[in-house]
């Protein structure tokens, strides 16, 4: 089974530069999560989609970041425009269910802003 | 209180011994504990998962869950020096979406 897929596994822009990164899920998988993760501290929830609606988007700084997953599948993060504090990884998950289930990440990108 | 407390370490075990990692969430309505493993510059990967009071082994490693404590352990038996990683705990929430919530990790390290 092949797992979640993201790119591209490394970005590098200045501030105030945008940026957008791809998820592809795990087939057959309808729940997808966007986590931030900097660096010494655990991933931090974004975003949480059950097929293309979103569930979750309390933690997500809606002034510059932005997610859509228009058909249920894939998804795109982007953030316009960075701020240094952007700095992070930035992890796709997803699960079969948003309950109880187990939810298995990507390889994440690792975005650096200079 | 942070929502999920976890020392952030470093662990320091000899190979061979038990690591007992330890994770504590202030939601009492929290339904479902998972541990994840993550090596340096590598993503979380699931290790075990526990839904009920009790203890759940699997190989090595063996989840415990004490829901009136609000406290959940990953032991480790056997240590090895490829166990040298960081250890997030992660609960649901009380609002019964799927969304973790991580703790910042435990860094375990297994020396020869």
């Known amino acids: 089974e092949a797992g979640v897929a993201q790119s591209p596994r490394y970005k590098i822009i200045e501030k105030r530069q945008s940026v957008a990164f791809w998820c592809n899920p795990i087939s057959g998988h309808a729940t997808l999560y966007w986590y931030q993760q900097i660096l010494g501290q655990g991933p931090k929830l974004l975003i949480q989609?059950?097929?293309?609606?979103?569930?979750?988007d309390s933690q997500l700084p809606k002034d510059r970041f932005s997610a859509e997953r228009l058909k249920g599948v894939d998804s795109t993060l982007k953030i316009q425009p960075a701020k240094l504090e952007d700095s992070a990884v930035y992890l796709c998950?997803?699960?079969?269910?948003?309950?109880?289930?187990?939810?298995?990440f990507g390889d994440g990108t690792r975005l650096s802003i200079l | 209180q942070k929502e999920v407390e976890q020392n952030s370490g470093p662990l320091s075990v000899p190979e061979g011994a038990i690591a007992s990692l330890n994770c504590t969430y202030s939601?009492?309505?929290?339904?479902?504990f998972f541990w994840y493993r993550q090596y340096s510059g590598k993503s979380p990967e699931l290790i075990m998962f526990?839904?009920?009071?009790g203890d759940k082994e699997d190989g090595r490693f063996t989840a415990q869950l004490n829901k009136a404590s609000q406290y959940v352990s990953l032991l480790i038996r056997d240590s090895q020096p490829s166990d040298s990683a960081t250890y997030l705990c992660a609960v649901t929430g009380s609002s019964n979406t799927g969304k973790l919530i991580f703790g910042q990790g435990t860094t375990l390290q297994v020396k020869p």
């Open positions: 526990i839904y009920s009071n």
């Open positions: 939601d009492r309505g929290s339904q479902s």
């Open positions: 989609f059950q097929n293309n609606g979103v569930v979750d």
């Open positions: 998950a997803s699960s079969f269910l948003p309950r109880d289930q187990p939810q298995h």
